[in-house]
């Protein structure tokens, strides 16, 4: 059974940073797409980074020069490093994996999820 366990979120100032985690378990992919998604109080899931296993990125305008999604395949995680984070970056956050080659958006194409971690982000 796969697992996705995310890590790291918490309540930061504006202008300020956070690293956010996901241990992946039960299953390794010799093929994936690992992604961070988000969602606000009454809006839509929202893609943000997303990462394939052969290389390849792919991010929300909005976040481009501020986030940055990496991997560890060795410890089997995601990370999202966020920086000059503004606050309307507050959401939870969660990260996904698809069994696929393409760096895709919505969050349909996922199969697994983790349980979401809180970022709030005070003006």
């Known amino acids: 059974q796969v697992q996705l366990v995310e890590s790291g979120g918490g309540l930061v100032q504006a202008g300020g940073s956070l690293t956010l985690s996901c241990a992946v378990s039960?299953?390794?992919?010799?093929?994936?797409?690992m992604a961070w998604f988000r969602q606000a109080p009454g809006k839509e899931r929202e893609f943000v980074a997303a990462l394939k296993w052969s290389g390849g990125n792919k991010y929300l305008d909005s976040v481009k020069g501020r986030f940055a999604i990496s991997s560890d395949r060795a410890e089997n995680t995601v990370y999202l490093q966020m920086n000059s984070l503004k606050p309307e970056d507050t959401a939870v956050y969660y990260c996904?994996?698809?069994?696929?080659?393409?760096?895709?958006?919505?969050?349909?194409?996922?199969?697994?999820w983790g349980q979401g971690t809180q970022v709030t982000v005070s003006s």
């Open positions: 996904a994996v698809d069994n696929g080659d393409w760096l895709l958006t919505a969050a349909s194409n996922y199969d697994y």
């Open positions: 039960g299953r390794t992919f010799s093929r994936y797409v």
